[in-house]
């Protein structure tokens, strides 16, 4: 299948569009566009307006870099929220986990990524000098460091622990330990180990 | 994850159109918007200007049903190619697979779908009349039944079959048989046993 004949232009430029989506090969793409040209014309219409208006009117919040429709998100304008404990992510999908878990009633701070030079991410390409900036301005009590649990993660965990050191903050991070529902059996020995090291007492987890 | 808490209304919207489509979940979709996010304007504006383009522009052929930027399609008002020759398909996709064989130099005819009672598909909702019209109108020779070999494809084959059977033509299907490159042992034994029986003189497979 080298040669791709479309019978439309319109079309393949449709299939190419959906075709630069991760995950997506073109017969997956020319699948989805004869879908959508299956359905109503307003259907179609406010898929392609949605896509335009995310990105002309999409703003990134001032304070904590999650995405959000206003100059300040609604997480960190929440005054029932606590103000002085900052969780840090990677990206706004780790937001909507936490907050998905109902456990975390503080602020976040998006750091956009993690430090990676295989990807030629660098911290300077990331929002750590506006965390620093947070945690000098804002009345910071404790910054949660909520990184993914991989190299990358860890080496970032370590700058942030090292740019926060002389800081008069609590730094902590994720426990991290057997999932709930695993069988030790298939449990990889780094996490087995770390969750021996770490153990907790019996009567801290009851109640929970 | 019941509870999804997008942190905006943009986001939301954008993840909720990709989720419509056929095998995109919520998160595959949140994952499809984040990456748009991470384009250039341009980029993004021009995939929605992609859809919205081809939901008002495009066109079915008037002769043959297929998708097409002009009233007559390129296949059908390109002089080279065999006129007296139709090839019933099921879809676009299927004139795309056999134009790549690069082994057919007729004409198509666009059915629009198969007859499907399961799903509420009759003859009158696939462009079967229209084909019978043509085949009065112009000078046809041969009509190749080129559908699915499923229960549903058989019985369109049959129901065109019977409404041409008056009509002085040819009417062909496509030869059933064991693929190129399977092992005899993991054939099933239908194929198997068409293919016995439709098997064919040794000496027209050479030189091919």
């Keep these: 299948m080298n040669i791709e004949k479309y019978p ?11 075709a630069k989506l991760p995950g ?8 989805l566009v004869l879908h959508l040209l299956r359905q109503d014309n307003d259907e179609v219409i406010a898929f392609g307006n949605s896509l335009i208006q995310l990105k002309n009117e999409i703003k990134h919040c001032k304070k904590c870099h999650n995405i959000s429709d206003t100059e300040i998100c609604s997480i960190c304008s929440n005054n029932s929220r606590h103000g002085s404990i900052i969780c ?26 993690i430090i990676s030079p295989m990807d030629g ?4 390409d990331l929002e750590i000098d506006s965390l620093v900036e947070r945690i000098e301005k804002e009345e910071i009590v404790e910054v949660i460091l909520a990184l993914s649990t991989t190299m990358e993660g860890d080496t970032t965990n370590f700058y942030i622990f090292r740019k ?26 780094i996490t087995l ?16």
């Design 24 to 31: 997506i090969g073109r017969k997956s793409a020319l699948r």
């Design 8 to 18: 439309s232009r319109l079309l393949e430029n449709a299939v190419n569009e959906f």
């Design 88 to 113: 840090v992510v990677e990206n706004i999908r780790d937001v909507m986990s936490i907050e998905n878990t109902l456990q975390f009633n503080g602020l976040y701070h998006v750091l956009g990524g």
């Design 164 to 189: 926060l050191k002389e800081k008069d903050i609590k730094v902590s991070t994720l426990a991290r330990g057997v999932s709930i529902g695993d069988e030790l059996e298939y449990t990889d020995e």
């Design 121 to 124: 991410i660098g911290p300077s």
């Design 193 to 208: 180990g770390r969750s021996l090291v770490n153990r907790v007492a019996y009567e801290n987890t009851l109640g929970k």
